[in-house]
C-alpha cells in the first residue's frame, strides 16, 4: 500500500504551524512599529476585540495560502479552502500540490487523499491541532492567552500578536483592521516555520452536510481510533 507523509493539520501545529509567499526571500518586512491611523477599531484594546470577535462567529469559511519554509532552505506551498462551524466541525480541503481532505464532524476526523486511494479514520481532535484548532472553534478563553510580542507589517497591512495559547509553544497570529484573523505562523524547535494567510472569507456559518464524510468503495481505509 502506497503511503505519503502528511503535510496536513498535524503538521501545522504538530509539525511546525491564512496567497502566502512563493519563496522565502518573497516574506514581507516586519516592522517594529504600531500604527493605530487607519483601522477601524481604534477605541479599547484591538487583540482582545479580535479573539472575542473571532469566538462569537458560529462558523466562517475561507480560501487558504499555506507555506513551508525548512531550515535547509527547502520548502513548500499548500493552497485550498477550509470552512469551520462551532461547535467541533471543521473541513480542511488542501487542492494544490495535490488533493486533501480533512473533515471533522466532533466525533471523529477523516483524513482523505483521493490519488492514493487512502482514507484514515482518526480518533479526536488532539491528534491533529489542540491549540489553534480549538481557538478558531471559540473553545479558548481570552485569560487563557498570553501576548509575547506585537507588530505592524505594513506590506500585509496586518498587526501581529505573539501569543502562547494554554501554554503551547508560541504561535504568531495576525488580524485585518477589521479585527479578522487572517494570519497564522509557526516556528517548531528545529527552525522549520509553517505560514497560512486567509483570504476570501465568508462569515456565514456553513451548511451542516459540508462535514460529513463516507469513504468512496474501494477506498482502502485505515482506522486509526
Known amino acids: 500500500m502506497m503511503r505519503r507523509e502528511s503535510t496536513g493539520l498535524r503538521i501545522w501545529l504538530v509539525g511546525a504551524v491564512v ?10 518586512t516586519v516592522k517594529q512599529k504600531w500604527k493605530l491611523d487607519g ?10 476585540h479580535s479573539i472575542r470577535h473571532l469566538s462569537q462567529l458560529p462558523g466562517f469559511s475561507c480560501q487558504f495560502d499555506q507555506l513551508m519554509v525548512f531550515s535547509d532552505g527547502g520548502g513548500q506551498h499548500y493552497s485550498g479552502t477550509l470552512a469551520l462551524l462551532k461547535p467541533g466541525r471543521f473541513r480542511w480541503q488542501y487542492v494544490k500540490p495535490y488533493a486533501q481532505l480533512y473533515i471533522g464532524n466532533r466525533d471523529s476526523i477523516w483524513h482523505y487523499e483521493p490519488d492514493l486511494m487512502q ?12 491549540s489553534v484548532m ?11 492567552i498570553k501576548v509575547l510580542k506585537q507588530s505592524y507589517d505594513s506590506e500585509l497591512d496586518i498587526r501581529r500578536f505573539q501569543v502562547s495559547i ?12 477589521y479585527g479578522d484573523l487572517v494570519y497564522i505562523e509557526r516556528q517548531d524547535m528545529l527552525g522549520n516555520s509553517n505560514r497560512i494567510r486567509l483570504s476570501k472569507c465568508s462569515y456565514i456559518a456553513p451548511a451542516k452536510n459540508l462535514f460529513s464524510f463516507t469513504p468512496p468503495p474501494d477506498v482502502d481505509v485505515l482506522d486509526l481510533r
Open 19 to 28: 496567497c502566502l509567499f512563493a519563496t522565502q526571500a518573497s516574506a514581507a
Open 39 to 48: 483601522y477601524k477599531h481604534q477605541q479599547g484594546d484591538f487583540f482582545e
Open 119 to 130: 482514507a484514515e479514520h482518526l480518533g479526536s481532535l488532539e491528534s491533529v491541532d489542540p
Open 134 to 144: 480549538h481557538l478558531l472553534n471559540g473553545q479558548i478563553k481570552l485569560s487563557e
Open 166 to 177: 494554554q501554554q503551547s509553544p508560541a504561535v504568531w497570529l495576525g488580524f485585518s483592521k
